[in-house]
């Protein structure tokens, strides 16, 4: 069942979204060779606990995650462990993706980034392809379209571009809990699915890969991986629908 929020909820999901967007806003300036992705997760544990937000990831889940944030590296496509011993090499892409809540109510967020001077093309390319991606199936988040348009929308900027969707892993409602109905595919036909309304809320997310769309897991049961070992990039933002269209609420 698709839960529906009131003009409160809609308040609270908006501070959410703001507080850990500002978290975002600092972290490129930390991204240099050297820094273990363990030192990236405490500095936002230490953020979140100054807003007053509660981490929705630690804990979460089993085994329980450990950690804040997912730090994905490279191959990983979602749900990277922290770790002292993984230190950020110049260029790295790396993804960072975090849920907190604050008062209840959650924002969820994932932001791809590339260390140092990436001069890569086709790793620019990926990146800048996810972001736009993001754009296309936020734009589908109106009144009266189907979930499937997001995913639509997503898909086909995605493989336009070249690049693989990953299947295994998928967008959702959000809320008062992290995962709500519905899953948002990042794949798929239009028109398909529950018609969106006024209420409803979304964490959007695509996640695309260099080449094969093909998942392999680590032995942490977490860290999700290309199969064939391609580059992934992973974006995402908090939606509310309101009757003049799609808030994000993960931006500043």
Not at 49 to 63: A, D, F, R, V
Not at 152 to 167: C, K, L, P, T
Not at 191 to 220: H, N, Q, S, W
């Amino acid at each position: 069942m698709i839960l529906r929020k009131n003009n409160h909820a809609f308040m609270l999901m908006r501070e959410a979204g703001k507080r850990l967007a500002s978290i975002f806003q600092k972290i490129p300036a930390l991204l240099s060779p050297g820094l273990s992705t363990k030192e990236l997760d405490s500095f936002i544990e230490q953020e979140l606990q100054m807003l007053g937000m509660h981490s929705e990831c630690k804990g979460y889940g089993y085994p329980p995650f450990p950690c804040v944030s997912c730090i994905s590296l490279n191959d990983v496509i979602v749900h990277g462990i922290p770790h002292v011993d993984v230190r950020l090499k110049e260029g790295d892409l790396i993804t960072v993706d975090v849920c907190a809540s604050y008062n209840g109510y959650c924002a969820d967020m994932a932001r791809s980034y590339c260390v140092g001077g990436v001069s890569c093309k086709e790793t620019i390319h990926l990146v800048e392809t996810a972001y736009e991606a993001l754009e296309k199936g936020i734009a589908q988040a109106c009144v009266g379209n189907r979930i499937s348009d997001i995913s639509h929308a997503i898909q086909s900027h995605v493989e336009s571009q070249g690049f693989g969707v990953v299947r295994d892993f998928a967008g959702h409602g959000i809320g008062k809990r992290m995962h709500e109905d519905p899953e948002i595919l990042n794949y798929g036909f239009p028109g398909k699915g529950p018609v969106i309304e006024v209420g409803m809320a979304f964490a959007i997310e695509p996640m695309i890969t260099l080449r094969g769309y093909a998942v392999k897991m680590d032995k942490d049961k977490w860290t999700a991986r290309t199969a064939d070992g391609s580059l992934a990039a992973h974006v995402e933002d908090t939606v509310i629908v309101t009757a003049q269209g799609p808030e994000i609420t993960t931006r500043l």
